[in-house]
């Protein structure tokens, strides 16, 4: 057989093989997406699943039943539901004066909070970037921790949060996304200071008698030990909320 007549029938073959192995790939394909997603295409299965995921909400770990008695046995007036809330308007508070750049927008926070996001906002007009939070959802709060030491008290509160996050710079999206929501979680830490000496922090954080401004360094004391003033017993004046971050990116 003349040479002519041999290559084009060789490049015939190699094309029906190439045909023969493209179709046997996109059977194996569809049957691998089929059996992961219940799809013919992986590329749809892969989308199908972000969108579920972008649902599903973040499981907290929740130590509330085990931690809240021994909390209120330390502090008997501690109302955990009405501080619960507040971690959560402080998550949403957050985000909002990030958004718009705005500390005022801030609830509940501490003076460190406060020095914490106002960094943040300063760092993002520093890079030209603006930082966007919508559409936030939070699902559940628990109480994760809780740790005395160093003459502070700590409670660890853990949100499952819902929310549209991403960075823009120069008009393009350089960190997270635009289309779908992003489940994720944060922590909340809420301090009561014992000992403001012993904890190294300002006299701000602590309690003082109203009456002589003596340092209140004993914990749930409602009687000033220098004067006997009566001063106000443990409550939401006195626990501050001082430190959020997101656990997923941050955190183990």
């Known amino acids: 057989m ?71 046995k330390d502090f008997p007036e501690f109302n955990w539901v009405e501080f619960r809330n507040k971690a959560e308007n402080l998550l949403e508070s957050a985000f909002a004066a990030i958004t718009v750049s705005d500390l005022s927008r801030l609830q509940e926070g501490s003076e460190d909070l406060e020095n914490e996001i106002e960094n943040r906002i300063k760092e993002n007009q520093t890079e030209h970037i603006h930082e966007v939070y919508q559409a936030v959802r939070i699902h559940q709060t628990e109480i994760t921790k809780y740790e005395k030491k160093q003459g502070r008290c700590t409670i660890t509160l853990q949100s499952a949060v819902e929310h549209v996050h991403y960075k823009e710079q120069d008009g393009k999206v350089i960190e997270g996304e635009k289309a779908f929501p992003q489940q994720t979680k944060y922590n909340t830490e809420l301090m009561y200071i014992q000992d403001a000496g012993l904890a190294n922090l ?13 340092p209140v360094t004993k914990l749930g004391v409602k009687f000033c030990e220098y004067c006997g003033s009566s001063v106000i017993p443990v409550n939401t004046q006195v626990w501050k909320f001082h430190h959020f971050y997101e656990v997923d990116y941050q955190h183990v």
């Open 202 to 214: 300002d006299k701000s954080m602590g309690v003082t008698c109203p009456n002589c401004g003596a």
């Open 2 to 72: 003349k040479s002519w007549i041999i290559i084009p029938l060789i490049l015939v073959g190699l094309a029906i093989v190439l045909l023969v192995l493209v179709a046997m790939i996109r059977k194996k394909t569809e049957e691998v997406a089929n059996n992961l997603f219940g799809t013919r295409s992986l590329v749809e299965g892969v989308k199908m699943q972000q969108q579920e995921l972008a649902k599903t909400p973040k499981t907290v770990s929740g130590m509330t039943r085990l931690l809240e008695p021994q909390i209120q």
